[in-house]
């Protein structure tokens, strides 16, 4: 199963607008990564949020976390065109955290 | 090399047939990964190696799915007796470190059709 369930499922904006994506997990977790994919290929990793931080900043993303509530958000700022793309949340899941488990992804589209 | 090798990036294969997708990952990364991805989905976590310890192949779909990885480096996954419902692409990915410390780089992947 998932451990990690994005929402929403699709997202569709006018550039220049704010974009805001959740993720919610199910167990305890060291860290929570947020990654980007164009066009169904490789990912890009864009930020890691370790479970003692509740917010981290990284030009015009912001993540923030709250580990009371299993759940993080992505916020990205005055959305370009160029950041029409999916975006997944991932844990470090599983017995020991030894391995990445992904969610399902938000796509956003951004419209000029 | 300085990212993560994936090969081929396309693979077009009859039903039945076994197939050896390649991995490799950033040089002196300890960890890496597999995935599968299916058209519109989200990643799906195959197997995981960790330097020298014995790998997690807890998300492997069946026993046509095996993965080794040698010397530490390079990575094959292999899909025996390939079946339609195995068509998706396999993403390969590798860390410095395991999943608590540091980002996971990715290949392009590979996108395998089984016809």
């Known amino acids: 199963s998932q451990q990690g369930e994005e929402d929403p499922q699709a997202l569709s904006i006018q550039e220049g607008e704010n974009a805001t994506m959740n993720c919610s997990y199910k167990t305890s977790i060291n860290n929570l990564q947020w990654y980007r994919q164009n066009s169904g290929r490789g990912l890009v990793h864009l930020i890691l949020?370790?479970?003692?931080?509740r917010e981290k900043h990284s030009g015009r993303l912001r993540v923030t976390l709250d580990t009371s509530k299993k759940s993080s958000s992505l916020l990205i700022t005055a959305s370009r065109a160029a950041d029409t793309a999916s975006y997944f949340c991932a844990t470090d899941a599983g017995a020991g955290g030894f391995k990445t488990i992904f969610g399902a992804g938000t796509r956003l589209f951004v419209k000029a | 090399g300085a990212g993560v090798s994936q090969s081929p990036s396309n693979k077009v294969t009859e039903k039945g047939k076994d197939v050896e997708l390649r991995c490799d990952p950033i040089?002196?990364?300890?960890?890496l990964y597999w995935y599968r991805q299916s058209l519109g989905q989200g990643l799906e976590f195959l197997i995981y190696f960790q330097g020298n310890s014995a790998p997690d192949k807890s998300g492997l779909p069946s026993d046509r799915f095996s993965a080794e990885r040698t010397g530490g480096s390079v990575s094959t996954l292999t899909i025996q007796r390939t079946q339609q419902e195995d068509s998706a692409v396999y993403l390969c990915a590798s860390s410095l470190l395991g999943p608590r410390n540091t980002e996971a780089f990715f290949g392009q992947g590979t996108r395998l059709t089984v016809v």
């Open positions: 949020i370790r479970s003692n931080e």
């Open positions: 040089s002196g990364h300890t960890a």
